[in-house]
């Protein structure tokens, strides 16, 4: 299994590894997808903030690209990357510098709270 592959499995590994009850259910989505409850977006942000960990913030940023609504474009503009960084953030093939992973994750985070 080469790298990108194994990083990918680990990325899986862990959404397989949610604990859900009838609280914090995420909501299928008719395209297969799920959209996580606004209870647990904020869960993960502040599990990514406090961990700093590389899989979960690339789980918090493609949970929260699914609870937003947002295209990899509009994440993009937003944050003053390129496409191709969203798409490897989302996909859990990169993410950014240990230090740039908390602000990210804090702003997302503070986005999530103000939603309606």
């Known amino acids: 299994m080469s ?3 194994n990083k990918r499995q680990r990325f899986l590994d862990r959404v397989a590894e949610m604990d859900f009850d009838d609280t ?7 395209c297969g997808t799920w959209k996580p409850t606004k209870e647990h977006m904020i869960e993960l942000l502040e599990k990514g903030i ?3 960990l590389r899989e979960d913030f690339c789980y918090a940023f493609s949970c929260y690209q ?3 609504g947002a295209t990899d474009l509009e994440l993009a503009e937003k944050f003053q990357l390129g496409l191709s960084t969203v798409k490897r953030w989302t996909s859990a093939e990169a993410a950014p ?3 740039g992973r908390k602000p990210i994750l804090e702003y997302l985070l503070k986005c999530v709270k103000e939603s309606v």
Do not use: D, F, I
């Open 24 to 30: 914090n259910m995420p909501t299928v989505l008719a």
């Open 3 to 5: 790298n990108k592959e």
């Open 66 to 68: 699914e609870y937003s």
């Open 97 to 99: 510098h240990p230090v």
């Open 50 to 52: 406090s961990s700093g």
